[in-house]
């Protein structure tokens, strides 16, 4: 069984700086790439990063680029986005996700390839 929680999320100013954090309880999470999702209030879930295992590889949606960076520990199982410069319109619910469909390890904006995902945290950056 995979379970995905997130943490770190909360209320900033616009231009401050938010870490999420993703505890994966998994048995091989280095075959999962581990990707961020977002959902705003009255929109559908969209991309935002993605990393394979070895952090080598990563993907970020245009809108965050720059500004966000993801990355992972192996050893503790875990996925992190560091969100610097956050502006009004990142507000949302931010979602952990793996995607452990063949092939493995490869970089995927595509949310239908992510098998699980956590529960989300509030981000919500005041204009």
């Known amino acids: 069984q995979v379970q995905l929680v997130e943490s770190g999320g909360g209320l900033v100013q616009a231009g401050g700086s938010l870490r999420l954090s993703c505890a994966a309880s998994?048995?091989?999470?280095?075959?999962?790439?581990m990707g961020w999702f977002r959902q705003a209030p009255g929109k559908e879930r969209e991309f935002v990063a993605a990393?394979?295992?070895?952090?080598?590889?990563?993907y970020y949606t245009d809108s965050v680029k720059g500004r966000f960076t993801i990355s992972r520990d192996n050893a503790k199982n875990s996925v992190y986005l560091q969100m610097n410069s956050l502006k009004p319109e990142d507000t949302a619910v931010y979602y952990c996700?793996?995607?452990?469909?063949?092939?493995?390890?490869?970089?995927?904006?595509?949310?239908?390839?992510?098998?699980?995902w956590g529960q989300g945290t509030q981000v919500t950056v005041a204009s």
């Open positions: 990393i394979i295992w070895s952090g080598l590889s990563t």
């Open positions: 996700a793996g995607d452990h469909t063949y092939p493995r390890n490869i970089i995927s904006y595509n949310r239908e390839r992510y098998d699980f």
């Open positions: 998994v048995r091989t999470f280095s075959e999962y790439t």
